[in-house]
Nanobody, 123 residues
């Protein structure tokens, strides 16, 4: 059984920064690539970033590339998303999730999801 709990969301002004965290309960946490997705009201869920099982490889959506950084600490079973230069269009509920499909951007290939943490960026 895998449980994921996100934290770190909040309200921030445009141009500001937030760091999201995702705590995992899985014994086999280091077996999974980990991704971040987001969903804004009335919009479909979209891929944000993914990191390989050992942290050696990452991939980002074009909309966040150069502003967001995904990282992980397998010893602590944690995944992070550092978000800089935030824009109002980054406002969404952010979810972390596990996948065994490498650096997949397809949410259907993610098996376990957290409950999400809300990020609101004001203009």
């Amino acid at each position: 059984q895998v449980q994921l709990v996100e934290s770190g969301g909040g309200l921030v002004q445009a141009g500001g920064s937030l760091r999201l965290s995702c705590a995992a309960s899985a014994r086999t946490f280091s077996s999974y690539a980990m991704g971040w997705f987001r969903q804004a009201p009335g919009k479909e869920r979209e891929f944000v970033a993914v990191i390989s099982w050992n942290g050696g490889t990452t991939s980002y959506a074009d909309s966040v590339k150069g502003r967001f950084t995904i990282s992980r600490d397998n010893a602590k079973k944690m995944v992070y998303l550092q978000m800089n230069s935030l824009k109002p269009e980054d406002t969404a509920n952010y979810y972390c999730a596990t996948t065994l499909y490498g650096l997949s951007r397809d949410g259907a290939r993610y098996a376990h999801w957290g409950q999400g943490t809300q990020v609101t960026v004001s203009s």
